[in-house]
């Protein structure tokens, strides 16, 4: 099964010449995929929360060494702590 994800990200809610142009593609795409899906986010009303390189490190770091990792990445020592 085909799948789309259409992605708005126009700080211009109304008359935004990309949001009309995403929205002409993805009614094309239904189309030609009667039996696709869509998912579809807007980004400027519902904007994906920040992410900075600690948080995204955490992820990739044993629990055990999650700590040691944070203090690297923000540029501090133990002794901070």
């Not at 696709?36 to 955490?58: E, M, Q």
């Not at 060494?65 to 002794?79: I, K, N, Q, Y």
Request: no cysteine; glycine share 6%.
């Amino acid at each position: 099964m085909s799948h789309l994800l259409h992605l708005d990200s126009s700080l211009r809610t109304d008359g935004s010449r990309s949001r009309k142009l995403s929205a002409h593609y993805a009614n094309r795409w239904r189309a030609k995929n009667p039996d696709g899906t869509i998912t579809y986010r807007d980004l400027t009303v519902d904007p994906v929360p920040h992410l900075d390189n600690v948080a995204v490190s955490a992820e990739l770091v044993a629990a055990q060494g999650w700590r040691t990792v944070a203090l690297d990445l923000r540029g501090h020592g133990d002794s901070d702590w």
